[in-house]
């Protein structure tokens, strides 16, 4: 039996002991190293289809800007499953172990891709509804069952380098290498809508992959185990989030605020496509490829920003960076674009690095992932179910944003919906104040003491 089979909470390093690993110092536990490697390959098969679902589906129904509303109703009855399964990601987790989360996840995801794409083909608004509204269900379950497992081994004087390099992966997958793959797979097989179907099947291999990679390769106890203190009941675990949420109001403005953090993404990925491919005449390819260096600029920064967290205070970096960062390149990527002369090379690329700075201060909100179980210290789980429900639950809030701002405000009323939710945030960052392990090197020199 290995030592990754045999490791117990206590005997994780904690931070500065010579056991460490590179990766343990870096903030990713060695011991789950192939499960973040899981979850970049299970998030580019999830991501293949981010950037083009909403056009297709709208060409599906008839073409045209009605369409596209419709369209987005049906991706936000999807993002409320995601919103759902989020929180049960994190309730399930504690109930039953994060392993078997993750194993439902990939099964719903799996079962109803293959629905969905066959709905597609026969154009039924309600098949296409229902199928891909299940289907929501299934990535949170299987990355943010992770994410509770992740915060379950991480040393707290890491958690917000751990955090940051779980977005890492996440963000990675779903949208940044899941659109390069579509911009390769779709010309591969065929181009327009055929291509972008057989897109989308292919990349349930890619899930899959990422699936096998993570189930085989850890082997980490708190993946098998029941993680909820042992007298509550399973009524009590499932709703034990909603519950500390209700009684707990720092709770609540976190919720919220994770909530809030990256809708305005969601909420772009409806509207943009359609604006950048056509209204401004660079083509699905450059969209695609535009989207992809808007979230590279997010990977690069995700684990700098949770580092930067554990340094100078996780709330100052979420308000500054990720509130305030994130609305003034909200502004950028949307108005930039319409600035620079239409189709133009120099224009584009002009746009790309207005977009580039969203995705990089969006990094800015990872510490919250830390902020969160430090809130309510003694209900770890639920907080990290509302955490993860949150998380997904900003798919929901962006579409939703769209569905509902979209057909009387337009494209423009979108975006300034989201620069007031922002302001929201940054108020409720004032209720977010936690007492935080820093990092430094007496800390340091006290762990290696210690060890």
Known sequence: MNSTQTMRP???PVPGAARETFLDRLGIPHVLRWGFLGVLVFMTGNGV????????MAEVFGGGDEMINLAATVITFYALATLIGSYLAG???????????????VVVWVVFQAAFVGALATESVLLIFLTYMVRGFGFPLFAF?????VNAVSPKERAGAAVGWFYVMFTGGMPTIGSLVAIGMIPAFGGGLLGERWAMV????????????????VREEHGDRRLAPAG??????????????????????????????????FGMFIIL????????????????????????????????????GDRIGWTTTVR????????????????????????????????????????????????LGAIMPALAPDHKGAAMAMYTTAAGGATFLGSAVVAVVRPWGGNVGVVWAFIALYVLAFLMTFALKVDQPRIGKKDIAAAEARA
Do not use: C
């Open 10 to 12: 206590e005997t994780v």
């Open 49 to 56: 289809e981010t950037n083009f679902v909403s056009p297709h």
């Open 91 to 105: 309730a399930l987790s504690d109930l039953w172990g994060p392993r078997k989360v993750m194993l439902l996840g």
């Open 145 to 149: 069952a992770f994410l509770v497992w």
């Open 202 to 217: 292919a990349s349930t291999a890619i899930v899959i992959a990422g699936f096998l990679i993570a189930y085989l390769g």
């Open 232 to 265: 509550e009941s399973s009524r009590q675990v499932i709703f034990s989030g909603v519950v500390l949420s209700l009684k707990n109001k720092r709770v609540m403005m976190g919720f919220l605020t994770r909530l809030i953090n990256t809708a305005p993404q």
């Open 273 to 308: 496509p359609t604006v950048i491919t056509e209204t401004l005449g660079w083509g699905q390819s450059r969209w695609l490829l535009m989207t992809s260096v808007v979230f590279a600029g997010n990977i690069l920064f995700n684990a700098a920003f949770g580092a930067l």
């Open 320 to 367: 500054w960076f990720g509130i305030v960062g994130s609305a003034v390149g909200l502004l950028l990527w949307w108005y930039v674009p319409h600035w620079v002369p239409a189709g133009s090379d120099w224009g584009f690329v002009v746009s790309v690095i207005a977009g580039t700075v969203f995705g990089i201060l969006l990094a800015g909100f990872v510490p």
